[in-house]
């Protein structure tokens, strides 16, 4: 069994920055590639950032390339999203998940989620 914790979000100000934190338990935390994904009321969950299992590979998606960064520390079992410049449709919740087999910005490739945690950007 694997247990995903996030924590760190909050509401901040357009233009702020926050930093998630994910901190895994029950598996070798780095044998596997990892995630961050977020779902905003009345829409699908949609990828944000895949890191793989050593850190070296990382890709993000459009709307947040250039703005937030995912990181990890195999030796603290924990996972990173450092979000700068946020905007107003950054608004989710965020969730952590390790990654199965699959396409990395596929929800259906990770198989353990995290109970996320909101973030909340006003304008």
């Known amino acids: 069994q694997v247990q995903l914790v996030e924590s760190g979000g909050g509401l901040v100000q357009a233009g702020g920055s926050l930093r998630l934190s994910c901190a895994a338990s029950g598996r070798t935390f780095s044998r596997y590639d990892m995630g961050w994904f977020r779902q905003a009321p009345g829409k699908e969950r949609e990828f944000v950032a895949h890191i793989s299992w050593g850190g070296r590979s990382t890709y993000y998606a459009d709307s947040v390339q250039g703005r937030f960064t995912i990181s990890r520390d195999n030796a603290k079992n924990t996972m990173y999203l450092q979000m700068n410049s946020l905007k107003p449709e950054d608004t989710a919740v965020y969730y952590c998940?390790?990654?199965?087999?699959?396409?990395?910005?596929?929800?259906?490739?990770?198989?353990?989620w995290g109970q996320g945690t909101q973030v909340t950007v006003s304008s």
């Open positions: 998940a390790s990654k199965g087999s699959g396409t990395y910005y596929s929800p259906l490739a990770y198989d353990y």
